[in-house]
């Protein structure tokens, strides 16, 4: 039996641009203990311009009146973050014009003509930022190394070394 909240899941196909992440520019990255309730773009630099304390238990902000308390995080040795972003309808990032008869073959994968994908099916995202570090703060704490975000940076060691071929004694 479903239930009304799976009814309304829409389901998808997501395709990634591999051009943007090529493209993407750096950015800074903060993460934050709240949820914002709303999925789009936002001015955040509008409303969170942090004046950044450097104590000698870690970094101090203030954000509406609450003390936040944080570190940096290093994005694990030879992989990358990016900030992904679904594409509108008509609008491509990290477009590129490619020559015809290109014989790289991601650059013709990306422009693979519309008529072989299902407009209402099919999504797009791309790279809209890139970053090698980002800050994570904890309400009136810093963030443990039981935080989730931690957790989500170990596993891809702990990826490789689960599929890694094992020696035969």
């Not at 509108?88 to 008529?115: C, D, T, W």
């Not at 791309?126 to 904890?138: D, I, K, L, N, Q």
Request: charged share 30%.
């Amino acid at each position: 039996m479903e239930s009304s909240d799976e009814e309304d899941v829409m389901k998808h196909r997501v395709h990634l641009r591999p051009i943007s992440l090529r493209n993407a520019v750096p950015v800074t990255l903060h993460l934050l203990p709240c949820e914002v309730p709303v999925n789009r773009s936002a001015p955040v630099e509008r409303f969170f311009i942090p004046a950044i304390r450097q104590d000698p238990d870690g970094l101090e902000v203030s954000f509406r009146g609450r003390s936040l308390r944080g570190e940096e995080v290093e994005v694990p040795p030879g992989l990358m973050g990016y900030v992904m972003a679904m594409e509108e309808k008509g609008e491509v990032l990290g477009k590129h014009n490619f020559p015809e008869g290109s014989e790289n073959e991601e650059e013709q994968e990306l422009v693979e003509p519309p008529e072989a994908l299902e407009r209402d099916f099919d999504r797009f995202i791309g790279a809209s930022g890139s970053f090698s570090r980002f800050t994570v703060w904890g309400l009136e704490t810093i963030p443990g190394p039981d935080a989730k975000v931690r957790a989500a940076l170990t596993w891809p060691s702990l990826a490789a070394a689960i599929h890694a071929p094992v020696p035969e004694d």
